[in-house]
């Protein structure tokens, strides 16, 4: 529970600054009454201690506790061990600099002077029994040298690879990236002080679609050389890349805590960049640095800055070797509808851009283009073979071609590759859900839940499948939970009235219907649903206007139609009786 992320990552260069994390954890724990990673299962946990999910603030979670109490949490948590305290000592004195009595109450009066009390002996223990000091030795100068040729020798591949991607059929041998990176690593046991050795190991990841491989290596290159301007770019791309593929379409649009992290990695790509122009040594590319501007302007949601920095730089960088990064940006800052001849354009410069044939395959799908996203997908797969965004992409454009199994086929391997993306839980349970496999739909939408609790269509499309198993009472604990959770607060509620009629609560079905159709006036189901409930409460006026709205919205509804003719039965108008009659009557 109080694993600092390099432990949890499996890094092997830990300092004092690790045991510092520990501490703010055991901070966070006595003033919030709850562990930082949260509950679920070991690999869940491990998967937040990462990094990987963010962890509320304990202001989040307690309004409170003092500001200066939260500060300090968040420094000893941070993800970069450099942003934390030095040393445990340094934490102690800031601690007890935060604690001046707050203004108390019952809860964080207690937990201060706790935290207080256990925090200081903790502190003076570290203090007693340092831990591995931070490395300042250099090696011999000899392996240095030794270093330094290995990585002269495996440049060549790298630069063959790149200039492979702009190649229609490429010739290059992928041998040659293995040959690299195993010269490349010899280079780092010569000398791991060296910041280019772990830049240049970190490229050779990322050609293979290994973000978190390569996001490890460029942080190592930037923990030894923090003005190393291009690992700033590298890392700051690679979490715009992130960034972007969770919000562009493909993921439930109601998962509130996926769109938080968005923010989250954009926040950090931001940063990265900016140091990237501001001040990093060797960042001296004319092209990158526009390009690093204008994705700035994407994390930022300026779109039109976007668009604009982008249409006067293709002016500029006309016929060089990565103009496709403009056509590709202009794209992604541009309208659904205006984006294909950009990606495109993009494309025919370099077949290889990856990230632009995952975008073409999202636009062709949402145009209904199924086939053709799913063929775009296969495509940008042959580049990042272990992409789970990709896999996913051509997963959803299978569903829209009405390929059940091989939609399930790739969510299952995306599981495999990423055992906590909760959309790819939710997805397949969806997919279960179409056919037929009830019980498979619950316990996958059940993982993607514990994963991320705030996903409302989970809670939703569970519930629906319980009642499918005749669970109505779980299907009422989960349609409230959807409530809870949901963006469309239409749909949700629509879906409890269903399960309360289902139970006999037709009350409280009845105000349910009422409350979603007080956030979509125009839902012909709503309308028929709560006519017909009204009708069994003997409400035949009410009943009798319901049904007369919902078929104002959809005339051709058979249930609406028929349970209107009852109703107008049972307040003896007969003509219109038997003209709804007639009508359904044709409609079965």
């Known amino acids: 529970e109080y694993m600092a992320p390099e432990q949890a990552r499996g890094c092997a260069n830990l300092d004092r600054r690790t045991d510092v994390y520990s501490l703010g954890a055991i901070l966070y724990t006595l003033l919030t009454g709850t562990v930082p990673v949260g509950d679920g299962s070991t690999r869940s946990r491990l998967w937040i201690a990462a990094g990987h999910r963010p962890i509320p603030s304990p202001r989040e979670l307690d309004a409170s506790i003092p500001a200066p109490l939260e500060a300090l949490c968040r420094k000893a948590m941070a993800l970069e061990p450099q942003e934390r305290h030095e040393t445990a000592k340094a934490f102690a004195e800031e601690l007890r600099r935060a604690l001046v009595p707050p203004k108390r109450t019952a809860r964080t009066g207690w ?26 030795s250099r090696p011999d100068p000899r392996r240095t040298d030794e270093a330094l040729r ?12 790149e200039s492979s991607l702009y190649e229609t059929n490429p010739r290059f041998d992928p041998a040659r990236l293995e040959a690299a990176r195993g010269r490349i690593e010899r280079a780092i046991g010569m000398d791991p002080t060296l910041a280019l050795s772990h830049y240049l190991l970190g490229w050779t990841w990322d050609f293979q679609g290994r973000d978190d491989r390569a996001e490890e290596c460029w942080r190592k290159a930037l923990a030894l050389d923090p003005r190393f301007g291009p690992a700033h770019y590298r890392l700051g791309r690679l979490l715009v890349e992130r960034a972007f593929v969770q919000n562009i379409g493909i993921i439930e649009p109601e998962w509130k805590s996926n769109q938080r992290r968005a923010l989250r990695v954009a926040g950090e790509a931001g940063r990265r960049l900016e140091d990237a122009i501001a001040n990093g040594s060797g960042f001296e590319d004319g092209l990158h640095r526009e390009v690093a501007g204008i994705l700035l302007s994407w994390i930022r949601h300026d779109r039109a800055t976007g668009a604009r920095q982008a249409r006067e730089a293709l002016v500029r960088h006309a016929g060089k070797r990565g103009e496709e990064e403009f056509h590709f940006l202009l794209a992604v800052n541009q309208a659904l509808g205006e984006d294909l001849a950009s990606l495109e354009r993009a494309l025919e410069i370099k077949p290889g851009f990856w990230l632009a044939r995952l975008e073409r395959s999202v636009v062709l799908h949402l145009k209904g283009r199924s086939r053709e996203a799913i063929a775009e997908a296969d495509r940008a797969l042959r580049f990042r073979p272990h992409s789970t965004v990709a896999l996913l992409a051509r997963a959803v454009a299978r569903e829209g071609d009405r390929d059940l199994g091989g939609a399930l086929v790739d969510y299952t391997r995306v599981v495999r590759l990423d055992p906590a993306f909760a959309a790819a839980y939710y997805n397949r349970g969806r997919v279960h859900l179409a056919m037929g496999n009830f019980d498979r739909a619950i316990a996958d939408l059940t993982a993607a839940i514990q994963l991320s609790p705030e996903l409302g269509a989970a809670w939703m499309n ?25 963006i469309s607060p239409a749909k949700a509620w629509f879906n409890r009235g269903y399960v309360r009629r289902e139970l006999g609560d037709l009350r409280g079905a009845e105000e349910d219907y009422g409350i979603s159709l007080f956030y979509d006036p125009k839902d012909p189901a709503a309308w028929s649903n709560r006519g017909g409930l009204r009708r069994m409460l003997g409400d035949h006026r009410g009943a009798a206007s319901d049904l007369s709205r919902a078929l104002a919205l959809r005339p051709l509804d058979f249930l609406a139609r028929l349970n209107r003719a009852m109703v107008r039965m049972e307040m003896r108008e007969i003509a219109g009786a038997g003209v709804d009659g007639e009508i359904a009557l044709l409609l079965s």
Do not use: H, M, N
């Not at 706790?114 to 007693?128: I, P, Q, R, Y």
């Open 150 to 161: 290995l990585l002269e020798q495996s440049r060549p591949a790298l630069f063959e690879a």
């Open 462 to 486: 569970r519930a629906a499948a319980r009642v499918l198993v005749g669970d109505l009472r779980g299907a009422f604990a989960d349609s409230t939970w959807a409530i809870v959770y949901a």
């Open 111 to 136: 937990l201060a002077g706790l935290a207080l009390a256990t925090l200081a002996v903790v502190a003076l223990v570290l203090k007693e029994t340092p831990g591995p000091a931070l490395p300042k």
